[in-house]
């Protein structure tokens, strides 16, 4: 074997243990990241389910917690508990008297019927009186909304705030003509009403 010959065969050999070193590495590494990135996945998967349990389970001993204490605090604290009471028909009168709540101007947009009407029903409470919010429905949307106090003498009251008259709601008939309003530009047939005490 000439000189040529023997270089050409180290080369030779030299190439195919290259490759075969450059295979086995790549090989290795492919298989080294495959397991590695597995296994780092699950135990960063594991340790994520498992702070969330543990938030989830902290917020509610928290809440249970929290809880827990505005009911004992609740029940040793009656303080700001009160009791409304219907009125008599005579005490609902001297309530209205004595309301400052009429005397406000309508104010379109700003100060309504449904500002008056929870004026009132504030003012009645705050002094012990039972006093209901009347959602009334007219046709196309559009609506009014009064007072009503339920009596122990004289039954259920409507009152229209704005005035502090005593006032008849009944469904199928105008409210501004069964009260003696002046008619109003749309068209103010009681649909229906709904009372919140």
């Not at 590495?25 to 590695?36: E, L, M, P, R, V």
């Not at 009125?87 to 406000?104: C, G, I, N, V």
């Not at 039954?155 to 109003?184: C, I, M, R, W």
Request: aromatic share 12%; hydrophobic share 35%; with cysteine.
């Amino acid at each position: 074997m000439d000189s040529n010959q023997k270089l050409g065969a180290i080369l030779g050999w030299t190439m195919a243990i290259v490759m075969l070193c450059s295979g086995t590495a790549f090989i290795s590494y492919n298989y080294g990241q495959h397991i590695g990135y597995s296994s780092g996945y699950q135990s960063g998967h594991q340790a994520t389910l498992s702070q969330t349990d543990a938030q989830i389970q902290a917020k509610q001993t928290d809440y249970q917690a929290g809880y827990e204490a505005g009911r004992q605090a609740a029940l040793k604290d009656t303080s700001n508990r009160f009791s409304l009471r219907n009125p008599t028909f005579q005490e609902m009168l001297e309530l209205l008297a004595r309301d400052k709540t009429s005397e406000h101007k309508y104010i379109p947009g700003e100060y309504v019927c449904v500002d008056f009407s929870h004026e009132v029903n504030n003012n009645a409470e705050a002094q012990g009186i039972r006093c209901a919010v009347v959602d009334i429905f007219y046709p196309e949307g559009k609506g009014h909304t009064i007072v009503a106090f339920e009596t122990t003498d004289k039954g259920l009251q409507f009152v229209e705030p704005q005035f502090d008259h005593l006032v008849t709601v009944e469904v199928g008939k105008s409210y501004s003509q069964a009260n003696g309003y002046k008619t109003p530009p749309g068209d103010d047939t009681i649909l229906r009403y709904l009372i919140t005490w």
